[in-house]
C-alpha cells in the first residue's frame, strides 16, 4: 500500500481565497483524521471520522473550515475564505479501529501558506 | 478529558549517550499508547506502542513501558545516534467502550538534536 495520500503538499494562496486539502488513506481503514500543526500550537485534532461519518469536530477553529468524506477512500478540509492565520501543516491520518486497538498512519501533510 | 504531557525540550545529546523522554498521560480506565516520531520535513511515523499495562513497546533500539501505576510511557534508548535527531510525540487513545474510535491525543512534542 502506498499509504496515505495527501496533495497537494506545499499550497500558497491569497488571503480570501478557498482552499481544498484533500487525502486518500490507506484502503480498508475505517478512521480518518485531520489535524493541524504549527509552532505555537503544536498538533492540534481538528475532525476525525469512524466510517466516514464525522464523529467530533471540535476541534474545527471556526465555520470558515469544514470537512467532508463522501466515501472510504478520499476526505477533504475546506477553508473558505482562508485567513493568514490558517498557514499551517495540515496533515491526514487513517487507521484500521477494531475493539479498541489500531495505530494512526500519517501522510506527508500539506504545507498551507496564506498570504 | 483524557490529555498527555511530555518533557519539554529541546533535548540536546552527545552521539551515543542516554536518552530518556518523559510522558505521563491521564485516562480513564486503560488507553493505548503510542509514541511517533517526526523528521523534518514529513509526517510523524509510529515508533512503537503498548496496548496494556506492564506491556514493553519496542523498535529501532527504543523502548517504552506502560506503567499503570505512574501513569507514564517513558521512552528510552541506550545510545543515541545523530540520525535519531527528530521531534518524539507521545499520544494515546482512549480504552475501547468509553466513546472513543480511535481519536487519538497527543502530547507537545519533545525535540531531540544528536551531536556527533
Known amino acids: 500500500d502506498a499509504g496515505v495520500i495527501q496533495s497537494p503538499r506545499h499550497e500558497v494562496t491569497e488571503m480570501g481565497q478557498e482552499v481544498t486539502l484533500r487525502c486518500k488513506p490507506i484502503s480498508g481503514h475505517n478512521s480518518l483524521f485531520w489535524y493541524r500543526q504549527t509552532m505555537m500550537r503544536g498538533l492540534e485534532l481538528l475532525i476525525y471520522?469512524?466510517?466516514?461519518?464525522?464523529?467530533?469536530d471540535s476541534g474545527m477553529p471556526e465555520d470558515r473550515f469544514s470537512a467532508k468524506m463522501p466515501n472510504a477512500s478520499f476526505s477533504t478540509l475546506k477553508i473558505q475564505p482562508s485567513e493568514p492565520r490558517d498557514s499551517a501543516v495540515y496533515f491526514c491520518?487513517?487507521?484500521?479501529?477494531?475493539?479498541?486497538?489500531?495505530?494512526?498512519?500519517f501522510g506527508q501533510g500539506t504545507r498551507l501558506t496564506v498570504v | 478529558g483524557d490529555s498527555v504531557t511530555q518533557m519539554e525540550g529541546p533535548v540536546t545529546l552527545s552521539e551515543e549517550a542516554f536518552l530518556t523522554i518523559n510522558c505521563t498521560y491521564t485516562a480513564t480506565g486503560y488507553p493505548s499508547l503510542f509514541w511517533y516520531v517526526q523528521y523534518p520535513g514529513e509526517g510523524l511515523q509510529l515508533l512503537l506502542k503498548a496496548t496494556k499495562a506492564d506491556d514493553k513497546g519496542s523498535n529501532k533500539g527504543f523502548e517504552a513501558t506502560y506503567r499503570k501505576e505512574t501513569t507514564s510511557f517513558h521512552l528510552e534508548k541506550g545510545s543515541v545516534q545523530v540520525s535519531d535527531s527528530a521531534v518524539y510525540f507521545c499520544a494515546l487513545s482512549g480504552q475501547h467502550g468509553s466513546g472513543n474510535t480511535g481519536k487519538l491525543i497527543f502530547g507537545q512534542g519533545t525535540t531531540l538534536q544528536v551531536k556527533p
Open positions: 491520518a487513517s487507521s484500521l479501529y477494531i475493539q479498541g486497538r489500531g495505530e494512526a498512519f
Open positions: 471520522f469512524n466510517n466516514n461519518v464525522p464523529i467530533d
